[in-house]
């Protein structure tokens, strides 16, 4: 008995050996990666040795770092992880928790009400700077909220409606609180959240715009004037990236296009870049396909079209904003998208300079109470 507890202790060893051996040659030969696709995210590089680093324990840090996002088949073990840790029955990874119907929902935490004071008395000093503009907020909820019967049970997520309520309450008497909910929360069955990215499908921003529009005095268009098209069924987004759960069937990429043409001008003044179309196709060849709205975010970005509507928009936003524009072009002449995570100019000369008669803020929730920038809407 003895003998074959032997041998089988022996084995292991070899086996255990061989592998650390075997990968080690494999992280000798095989090229380091710069950029992993998965994960949406730049690796590791092997790390600078220096008598410093090694003194305060840096090297040892980075050096763990660099062997853990080089690591050989590093997708695979992350699929294997994954898999044997949904079997055991785990619903949540990195804040981001898996749902029924193969929808991922980012997690919420309640914000700092001190914050949340802060951004509030930031917004109501610019509105109140801003007289004779038409100022409107939009704030939306995540599917974590509008979808929150697909969580997992007993999933620990506080209630974003008391949280866009306080906004509500807390805003100045000449800001337009759009309240977007009820209308989501009604076409909850319909493919109105993207399953691995936290961000509202084009549906869901066209819902949204309906709301908007009418709050705006504006006519929507109704759907059957554009035409929808589907641009790709292989978008897997940001939750799918963070999570780190796989064999996750992708998302699908809707656009809609007016039936009715007409010429458009996007320019993006930061590089003094200029493109005819609101949709980059080539996005639709990277890893972040939800860049086909607008290329992504940008300091600022005008939007000229040919409507003769003598109406002008400044928006102030987040990247929820960038399927919205195109619905939004259907009423005014100008569109000025600010990001205030890259803007560095003044947005009351803006909108003076280049009168500007609307103004509205949008963000989704998440990213609304996690923003700090927002702080600085009245001091740029």
Known sequence: MGRHNNIYVNSMVIMFICFIFGISILHIGIPDREFSEEENRILEKRPHISFNKIVNGRFASDFENYVSD???????WIGVKSDVERAMGKKENNGVFLGRDGYMFQGFKAPDGEEVDKKLEAINSFAYSMEGVNKYFMLVPNSVKVLEDKLPKNAPIPDQLMYMDYIREGLHDSVEFVDVYDMLYSKKDQYIYYKTDHHWT????YYGYRVLAKDM?????????????????????SLYSKSGFRHIAPDGIDIYIPRKARDCKIEFLDDNRVVDSIYDMDALKKKDKYEIFLGGNYPLVKIT???????SLLMVKDSYANSLVPFLMEHYDRIYLVDLRYFRGD?????????IGDVLILYNVITFFEDRYIEGINKL
């Open 70 to 76: 080089q690591f050989p088949g590093r997708n695979m």
């Open 202 to 205: 084009s549906k869901g921003a």
């Open 217 to 237: 005095g504006l006519i929507p268009r109704d759907e059957d004037y554009f035409e929808v098209e589907r641009v790709t069924d292989e978008f897997y987004g």
């Open 305 to 311: 079209v040919g409507n003769k509507t003598c109406k």
């Open 347 to 355: 947005l009351k000369e803006l909108i003076g300079t280049e009168d």
